[in-house]
């Protein structure tokens, strides 16, 4: 089966995304699911061709809404900044495509409410890339917990820190501007640890948090490259986003959770991690050496009871038989490939795929709450979706 | 010099405070004190006299107003439930002793002040045994602040888990009843690292936090050990204090603060941990490795940049020459050696000890602020100490 | 630029190369090659036929000698076991031929003069598939070294365990053959070690080793998967290779040496581990963390000295330009891009490329020294190439 | 149980050993033994009285024979380099006395021979102060290793790496003349690894292995301090020691092992490390972080195998019921304690100690092979004791 794609941006996660179309169908044939890229898009003409001919689609295009409007298209893939979100898979629904969108869904709880509301009334998958679901270490942790392998959760514990602004000269790209972007680290990186709290905790029921911004100006964009590098100018613009959130949650279970993220934490780079303790044991998990897992159990015996690092490589755990031999790892990229293979797989076998619009529109209900509860300084409900 | 030492409690605290006198002639001759361990005081009779003779006390005693009134004793260590404190440290000081307090300084922050105000007009010195602060480590990790290696603090992050009552089967020990203990974590941990944070980072200004009690009925205590161990009968009783508690916290210079202490923390028998990250590099810090400092530095050429563990060990270091060659690390007992070390050092010269009773006070607002903030459900003011 | 590739074998290597060629486009597209996958050959139809179409070739091919003396083909890629490269790759150079080919370069050190022979007298470009070079980590420690960071080498000290056949019932695949294989983890794995230790320390002048089998027999192979698993039958066969080498060296520079291969170290799936101590620093790598450096500075500050972890992944740092953001890590397959990157740039523009077929005799000698020490029980000396 | 103690060697092991006697009625009262601190001999008389008063022992002496001819003493501890080792433990044994003798027990194996020869004939106790055994984690791998938790042992792999002298200004101390130390790291570091692979794996049977130095030349001595600190002055002097010695050894097991010892690996100061592979499992250890214990299993289900770190610290592991709660860790100088306990246990109950003089002619047997291979560059068998 052959599924034409429309992908809508074409910077980082584009890159990212391109490669995990390319890579699917040479480590999971027996899929049987032929991602064909079809159309990039983008508004910069020489840019976006440039990205069509390294990234290997077909063609390429710079009216995001011809791309939609396209019979031959499958599937849309939206890369574009948080603002957009809306409006294009919107269209895409209503166009009757399949749509993936980075996250966080939307900017606002209100547009991902609309947007829910739409997708609900569709025999069509939506998908939003919460892609650290899919790295095999966290999916096995998800499979120890229902295995029952840590008992009843008491603690999640969960940091998501970074330290590519912490340079003062660093200049505003649209990651800071609150009308693109929505949010600072809180919707870029909360965003992710909240959904894997949802995923391997359950629901939360109320937060209470804070937000910060250290640097309150900085040099206007001259310059940006692929990946998150940039050069500013000598004019200076303001800072609109959060530099830092972080919060305190209740589970609906009784299990208490912390979490934080930041774009100033000096030396972490990508640092997404988080620890769970329950009543049977423990685990913990780092990004940044994504191919291992911690793991503690009291049924070990007493005296050799210690944190396992488990390196996730055997055909046995979740994605890797598909990979290589034990003990060879793999990298960030491949946790796109594996969110695609499920979500393709949804698809073909007109199946469910998780997370869906409706699991985005929660972290967005997370996420909205903490900025209500930053605000009013108090505890929030979460709103139920 | 010899000073002759009264302690009251001869428990876990008690063992561990034995050994770092009987320590501190052999390991720091320079200082040119020898603390005597004249009298040692407990309720049971039969308990003290083994104590006495294990930990090789002179005289023992079982009415600690005794050996407060004794003329021939310099320095009262209180080792002893936090409800005990006050009586206790008041009448050491009306006594014109010199005062060791294991922490939390009291169970209150009203009685903190009370202490405080008879420790001000009094020119006796005075000690809360935050023994953190001299694992060596953490004050390499205080002068790599001073020495402005970190440039200015961003984010300070702190855990305190432990994991010893997690078994719902573990009795109702003291630590388990408000009246004795004050709180569960969170006087007894939280008050650990809410002491480095104050140490390491500066003044806090509000907090907001919530605890929880997960078992909330344990049997009652038939028999216990001088360590943590106990054994329960069949009866069971109320837990009246929170077994896991987390607050998050804004200091005066900005920084942005998390901390959480918990008893379940399946694995985590005696993990307290932080982080602090700064514009210019970053620290952390494991008791459970406390030989060593993880520490990132931004002045680092870009290309070598990486968080060094710094094994703790060298003559350079803070009280390491006392020691060991380089290499051969040292144990969590050492830390008591170290705060009589410069407890004594003050006595004998009139320098000042810090953490004195005010600093001890001081934590004490951050707690029951806590508290409060915890039934208020709202960000809580930390009062001026 | 456009090359033609023909590859030989389609297994586990091949299916790493395909990626490799695949990748390359993408990741460096300023490097302005694109490797064509033509043609892919293998004795079995039907699997190669499968293969082709997975790893995405235009054509299979079941006759080796058929596939070089093709026209259109620019690189001959070997991936087969060691016993067919001689005449693989004579061929291929006699047709002219650029060759890549799997490591070692041959099964015996004759074999492997031969090649050089002719490969010395042609103006084509050979490449032994040592990928580890090309380990962004691997390459930062020789950047270091030769930014002269930890002065003169004293000790290399090198070991490559695995631990797939611990099972007595794991049967005989061909790597345990020695008329395939040539030799178990000491020509599969010591060579690796060797190549790096050539790389990064310089010539060895003499060494001593050991072997051992610690499983005489096995079951007769009945199947085998992409990978490196295998099921066996009833019947038992010999095993004709090592199970585990180790051996001692001195180098030319003065430099002490200790190498070791086995697959019989319980929970090491994949460790390739070095450390290299110098007169001004060390280095520690390890290939199950490959995206890591152990780097230790003497010129650091007394009081802060310590391994740093260097968490490869700055643009900074070789290769990974190319790639994600720092703290995006990649996989092991990625060793495979870089070093056909290299290879291909080299015919591009017409210059060298390390390690060749030269350097692959090296290795050879140096690995064949040891089979005679172990024979003789005395040390040897490494014949130089 | 009174035992008087006179000790030979006031310097680092003096420090060492005086510390391990004071502290061990205090935390394993339950033995029953006090070791009394009787007279400390040295043949410096200032530095000798100030060890006394410091290191808190009644009586100092500059003549060990008059110590040791004293009706008084029980036990004679030999902290002296090894040239002096023989007649002490000598006129000890002769003189009735139980002996202590620091590592290793002689400088040749003939010393060791006629020593052990004389300690046959004696009912008094002797002890090689390889202290390394009892660091708790070590107990616990012999243990794990007696309950066949690895099964059959296939590896041994250790280093004992520091770096003191690796600048080349750093004077020439005892330990750095053959006829005083008897060699460099090899007598002082492959010692203790060797002993402790007697130990856990067995006996050896086989050895080859090599020695250099790599600083022939350094500044005679100036001033010295109590640990391994030392001043140099403006003359040289010849080193006549190995700086670092490495060699391989078949045990009779059929396992192999390779052992390294250095002062030149720069950031590694304390660094004796081992690692062994069986059937079943795997352990592996570092001294620098001996609170802790590396542990794999076989047995584990296949997607949670991984190594354990253990944090030896439990009641139910060995020797740590005396100290600390788990999590609360001790140092190095605890081996000591733990090794004079089951001595003055052997002594008091008249059982075996384990390593006493025999133990440590094996470990001298070894040595002496390994110091024979490098000479004559082959392999030696190791002469059976």
């Known amino acids: 089966m052959e599924l034409n794609i429309g992908m809508i941006g074409y910077s980082f996660m584009g890159k990212a995304h391109s490669n995990g179309f390319r890579q699917l169908p040479a480590f999971f044939p027996e899929l049987g699911v032929k991602p064909v890229l079809k159309v990039i898009c983008g508004r910069n003409l020489d840019a976006v061709k440039d990205a069509a001919e390294t990234y290997q689609w077909e063609e390429y295009e710079t009216d995001w809404e011809k791309v939609i409007a396209r019979d031959d298209i499958d599937v849309i893939d939206i890369c574009t900044p948080g603002d957009q979100h809306l409006p294009m898979a919107l269209a895409a629904l209503k166009a009757g495509k399949h749509v993936i969108c980075e996250k966080p869904l939307t900017n606002t709880l209100a547009e991902a409410r609309e947007l829910l509301t739409v997708a609900e009334n569709t025999d069509k998958k939506t998908m939003v890339a919460f892609n650290y679901r899919r790295v095999p270490a966290v999916a096995l942790a998800r499979q120890l917990i229902a295995e029952g392998r840590i008992g009843e959760i008491y603690h999640w514990r969960a940091v998501y820190l970074q330290d590519w602004i912490i340079d003062p000269d660093f200049p505003l ?104 303790n329950g009543s049977k044991g423990s685990i913990a998990f780092n990004l940044q050496k994504m191919n291992e897992l911690q793991f503690y159990s009291r049924d070990d015996e007493d005296h050799i009871q210690g944190f396992r ?27 796109f490939t594996h969110e695609f293979r499920d979500f393709f797989e949804a698809i073909a076998q007109d199946g469910t795929f998780s997370p869906d619009f409706a699991e985005g529109t929660k972290v967005q209900a997370v996420l909205e709450s903490v900025v209500d509860s930053a605000a009013t300084k108090t505890w929030q409900d979460v709103p139920k979706i």
Chains 1, 2, 3, 4 share one sequence.
């Not at 613009?237 to 299990?255: K, S």
């Open 309 to 335: 690092e488990i390196i996730v490589g055997e055909g046995s755990q979740p994605f890797m038989g598909a990979w290589w031999p034990p003990g060879h790892i793999i990298g960030w990229e491949h946790t």
């Open 173 to 276: 790209v649209w990651r800071l501007e609150k009308d693109k972007a929505g949010s600072g680290p809180h919707g870029d990186l909360n965003a992710h640890i909240i959904d894997l709290a949802l995923h391997l905790v359950g629901d939360i029921d109320s937060v209470v948090g804070a937000d910060t911004t250290f640097i309150k100006e900085r040099p206007l964009l001259e310059a940006v490259d692929g990946g998150l590098g940039a050069q500013g100018g000598e004019q200076m613009g303001q800072v609109t986003v959060d530099d830092a959130t972080m919060f305190l949650a209740r589970f609906q279970n009784g299990a208490l959770g912390t979490f934080e993220a930041t774009r100033f934490a000096a030396g972490r780079r990508n640092y997404n991690h988080f620890e769970i």
